[in-house]
């Protein structure tokens, strides 16, 4: 979601999906259930356009959002999982040390720093909101089969689902277990899709070509 938004930073009122696709709200409202998830984008590429949002931040941003991604949800209690989330720890203050070390010779005095950084954080749970509504809007497609998902789109479906908070304490429907099965018999050979941006387009229900 986050590299969407930052593609978008530079088309007001529109989100770049690909070089080729660039959509407006009112393309975007053609899309079954799109429109709220379309305007969270849309304030969220307004919102670093008005930070004037820099390379070196966004990437900052990007890397947090995906360490802390799999911090608590995937890693179980093991001793070498235990070690693991120390390192993504460290990695993690390792960037946001460098976060702050950007704010420190932007020009800026040490209160505008000091705000710049908690707004760039903030926005971190904007981004996790979005994607969630995304993962739910993905959800609801795939089980409307409105339009075909690769593979490991479907793994990383069903991974969110089973992690979820919500759905640890939801037994499974009948269909939904025929799903995941359906999806891990052909997991060894998902790793070779093309996932890469097109995912983007994929969570918001445009059908890839």
Known sequence: MIGLVWRSMEHPGKLLFAPNLLLD???????EGM?????MLLATASRFRMMNLQGEEFVCLKSIILLNSGVYTFLSSTLKSLEEKEHIHRVLDKITDTLIHLMAKSGLSLQQQHRRLAQLLLILSHIRHMSNKGMEHLYNMRCKNVVPLYDLLLEMLDAHRLNSPA???TPLTEEESRNQLATASTSSHSLHKRCIDLSDACVLGFPNK
């Open 25 to 31: 709200r009112n393309q975007g409202k053609c899309v």
């Open 167 to 169: 759905a640890r304490n």
């Open 35 to 39: 429109v709220e998830i379309f305007d």
